[in-house]
């Protein structure tokens, strides 16, 4: 079974721009959530998605947004790039979200440069 | 891998010997907690985990501990393997809601051939 995929895998950017990563979940698995890892910060929560719903939000600004499309693929985007945005973002999947635990998968990331 | 800070607390253990690894939480309601070990390049991958309501639990080569009255959890990895090198993270779920992990900050564990 493929693992959890996200494109592209590096990616540098201006500050003021805007970026969109993808994340391709576990086949089967239908909750999505992302994180950011700074080696300030550490790994921080950003959202989750399950059914195509935002079901939790991490401590971001609004310029940090997502969605889930109906096959399960989720997209996070990033408004108004600021040079601290520089991180590698992290999509995790697993089968089922609220009130039962369920082992998350992650992916290898999306490292991105602010310049 | 990339993600390793440059504050990260280290340990450093001989090929053959234990190792131990640590984290404090500091959530009583917190129902699960993840041992999760990181890579050089790599997400964070899955390595054990233990329910609010036990004290220990065992899988291959690894035993994670939980003491919650000082809040308290630690990973002992048996015969540790130059494989075993990355950095290790303890993380913790909340009410239920386990798509949301709060991780602690890490460790890095190099393994002496």
């Known amino acids: 079974k493929a693992g959890v995929t996200q494109t592209p895998r590096y990616l540098i950017k201006t500050r003021g721009q805007q970026v969109t990563l993808s994340c391709s979940p576990i086949?089967?698995?239908?909750?999505v959530s992302w994180y950011q890892q700074t080696p300030g910060q550490g790994l921080q929560f950003l959202f989750e998605?399950?059914?195509?719903?935002?079901?939790n939000k991490g401590n971001f600004p609004g310029r940090f947004s997502g969605r889930q499309f109906s096959n399960s693929r989720s997209e996070m985007n990033v408004s108004t790039l600021e040079l601290g945005d520089s991180a590698l973002y992290l999509c995790?999947?697993?089968?089922?979200?609220?009130?039962?635990?369920?082992?998350?998968?992650f992916g290898p990331g999306t490292r991105l440069t602010v310049l | 891998g990339e993600s390793v800070g440059l504050h990260l607390p280290t340990l450093s253990v001989q090929e053959g010997d234990n190792s131990i690894i640590n984290c404090a939480y500091s959530?009583?309601?917190?129902?699960?907690f993840i041992w999760y070990k990181q890579e050089s390049g790599k997400g964070p991958q899955f390595i054990i985990d233990?329910?609010?309501?036990?004290d220990k639990r065992q899988g291959q080569r690894v035993t994670v501990l939980l003491n919650k009255t000082v809040k308290h959890l630690s990973l002992q990895i048996a015969a540790t393997q130059p494989g075993d090198s990355a950095v290790y993270f303890c993380?913790?779920?909340?009410?239920?809601?386990?798509?949301?992990?709060?991780f602690g900050k890490g460790t890095k564990l190099s393994v002496k051939p």
């Open positions: 995790a999947s697993s089968r089922t979200t609220g009130g039962i635990y369920n082992e998350q998968f």
């Open positions: 086949s089967g698995h239908r909750s």
């Open positions: 998605y399950f059914s195509e719903t935002q079901r």
């Open positions: 959530n009583s309601a917190s129902d699960y």
């Open positions: 233990i329910r609010s309501n036990m």
């Open positions: 993380a913790e779920t909340i009410g239920g809601s386990q798509g949301n992990l709060i």
